[in-house]
T-cell receptor
Framework: DAGVIQSPRHEVTEMGQEVTLRCKPI?????LFWYRQTMMRGLELLIY????????DSGMPEDRFSAKMPNASFSTLKIQPSEPRDSAVYFC????????????FGPGTRLLVL | DQQVKQNSPSLSVQEGRISILNCDYT??????FLWYKKYPAEGPTFLIS?????DKNEDGRFTVFLNKSAKHLSLHIVPSQPGDSAVYFC?????????????FGKGTKLSVIP
């Protein structure tokens, strides 16, 4: 299995632009998680999907952030408009079920907003 | 308020010696604990876990100890190898509602010196 796949690996954009991050979970995994890692706050959960349905988006910082999971093999995290403080590494993770403790992470997308 | 704390940002150990990484938590509802290892430019990789019903779990060179009364867990690596040099994250999961959510510490960077 290829593991969790994320694209792009790096993104540099200007403030105000729309950014879309993509994730393909491990095949057969029913739960998908989006995390953000910053120096100040460490790894934070942004949103969680179970069977393609968003369950908890309380970690999403504000309305500029949105996430979708149109099918079991694809999810997007969108930031519109982007701001410099959004600069971080964004990780996608998946697990077999919602209650499985072990989550498998993708390589992350390093976002820089100028 | 950090519920999972890794108070040592970094640790250096000589090859062949023991590495001890520490983690403290404050939430008494946590019932499952995990350690993840992260290399630069990669996502966190699951390493070892322990349920709150146990006080020790061993997997090869890696052992995790849990002291529930002290709300403390530690990861022991014996013997340490240069390939163990990475950032180690402690994570915890609370039982009950929202049991999918992992709360991460900020990580400890381990350097194993040849």
């Amino acid at each position: 299995d290829a593991g969790v796949i994320q694209s792009p690996r790096h993104e540099v954009t200007e403030m105000g632009q729309e950014v879309t991050l993509r994730c393909k979970p491990i095949s057969g995994h029913n739960s998908l998680f989006w995390y953000r890692q910053t120096m100040m706050r460490g790894l934070e959960l942004l949103i969680y999907f179970n069977n393609n349905v968003p369950i908890d988006d309380s970690g999403m910082p504000e309305d500029r952030f949105s996430a979708k999971m149109p099918n079991a093999s694809f999810s997007t995290l969108k930031i519109q408009p982007s701001e410099p403080r959004d600069s971080a590494v964004y990780f996608c993770a998946s697990s077999l079920t919602a209650l499985q403790e072990t989550q498998y992470f993708g390589p992350g997308t390093r976002l820089l907003v100028l | 308020d950090q519920q999972v704390k890794q108070n040592s940002p970094s640790l250096s150990v000589q090859e062949g010696r023991i590495s001890i990484l520490n983690c403290d938590y404050t939430n008494s509802m946590f019932d499952y604990f995990l350690w993840y290892k992260k290399y630069p430019a990669e996502g966190p990789t699951f390493l070892i876990s322990i349920s709150s019903i146990k006080d020790k779990n061993e997997d090869g060179r890696f052992t995790v100890f849990l002291n529930k009364s002290a709300k403390h867990l530690s990861l022991h690596i014996v013997p340490s190898q240069p390939g163990d040099s990475a950032v180690y994250f402690c994570a915890a999961r609370a039982k009950g509602a929202g049991s999918y959510q992992l709360t991460f510490g900020k990580g400890t960077k381990l350097s194993v010196i040849p």
